[in-house]
């Protein structure tokens, strides 16, 4: 349940920024949006979803990326 909640608010996250880059490209504003894909907020965005999403497929991974091996 939790990673469905973090994958959602993620996804909003990502369109909030998708319709800020949408402003850029309908002011004329290019170069702006162009940082703003490379090296701001809708780059941020992406990748803390593609980071929520590769965490995920790595099976029974720690906090470290290491293997639990269960309780202490």
């Known amino acids: 349940m939790k990673y469905a909640v ?13 319709a800020q880059l ?3 490209i309908k002011r004329g504003q ?27 497929s790595t099976g029974n991974m720690g906090a470290r990326g290491v293997q639990n091996t269960g309780t202490f």
Do not use: H, P, Y
């Open 6 to 18: 973090q994958t959602q608010e993620s996804l909003d996250r990502l369109d909030q920024a998708l």
């Open 30 to 56: 290019n170069k702006d949006a162009l940082r703003f894909m490379e090296e701001g907020a809708l780059k941020e965005r992406f990748e803390e979803l593609q980071n929520i999403i590769s965490i995920s």
């Open 22 to 24: 949408r402003g850029f």
